[in-house]
């Protein structure tokens, strides 16, 4: 058998084989101090079950460096369901539901022990080649995972500030903040955002960081680099709050981010 699975004779997937579960027990450093999930982890938990679920169908992490192939996040729409405490044990299910050229989606959902859910994820993803590149989905990946041309509308959200802002958070790149990728994961944007709301310390603002349920939007624009200056800058919207997370110096944007609460 090789590392390659076409040659090992790859084969569409089983309906059990189109998606991948694990368990996730919420750690003490993953809480807020009100004891609850920090929100960005749970899009730290559907990156995993994504390579958990590349590296059952044969496409591991060495498969995609061979190929000088990576796969960035574009786009997440998050919904928070129910409460999750620190300690809790929440099950992540991972199902690739459409592709389009460069671009894949898959939908994440976590359940409680009583199989309730409290979470569920829609994430956009792009395959990059040689410099950070978009470059079409090789056909073997769609065949690994019973992908087809189907098509989808990415997820757009693109936040402009209509007024004054009611905060702007100066912030500057840590070395903890960038992933193997050598740039800021997209988990952190969120946390940005967060902070940025936050920071207006109003009564509406923290209300809606922990409202149940609440939504978050947030589309990727751009990688910001190590010790990078940033600048997020946060405003009330008509369904909650908005953010945009920029460059300091150059004003070139990183994400945009959406509360609805």
């Not at 390659?4 to 059990?16: H, M, N, Q, Y």
């Not at 574009?74 to 592709?99: E, F, K, M, S």
Request: aromatic share 6%; glycine share 8%; proline share 7%.
């Amino acid at each position: 058998m090789t590392d390659d699975p076409v040659a090992d004779g790859l084969r569409s997937p089983t309906p059990e084989e189109r998606q991948a579960s694990a368990a996730f027990r919420v750690r003490f450093d993953e809480s807020t101090p009100a004891g609850l999930i920090r929100t960005s982890v749970l899009l730290r938990y559907a990156a995993d079950l994504a390579w958990i679920h590349s590296e059952l169908r044969g496409m591991g992490r060495d498969w995609y460096r061979r190929r000088g192939l990576a796969w960035v996040v574009r786009a997440a729409q998050l919904d928070i369901l129910a409460p999750v405490a620190d300690g809790d044990v929440v099950v992540g299910t991972t199902t690739p539901t459409a592709a389009r050229k460069v671009m894949a989606r898959r939908r994440t959902t976590f359940r409680a022990g009583d199989g309730s859910e409290v979470a569920s994820l829609t994430m956009d993803w792009a395959l990059t080649g040689a410099g950070g590149v978009p470059t079409r989905i090789p056909a073997e990946v769609g065949i690994a995972f019973g992908l087809d041309e189907t098509g989808f509308s990415p997820i757009r959200v693109r936040a402009v500030p209509t007024g004054d802002p009611v905060t702007t958070l100066a912030i500057r790149v840590r070395p903890q903040e960038l992933d193997p990728m050598g740039h800021v994961n997209n988990a952190v944007y969120l946390d940005w955002a967060e902070e940025a709301i936050r920071a207006t310390a109003t009564a509406a603002a923290l209300a809606a960081l922990t409202s149940i349920p609440r939504r978050w939007s947030i589309e990727y624009e751009g990688s910001a680099a190590p010790a990078a200056d940033v600048r997020a800058i946060a405003w009330p919207s008509e369904v909650g709050w908005s953010c945009r997370i920029l460059n300091a110096d150059a004003g070139e944007p990183y994400a945009s981010a959406r509360l609805e609460a």
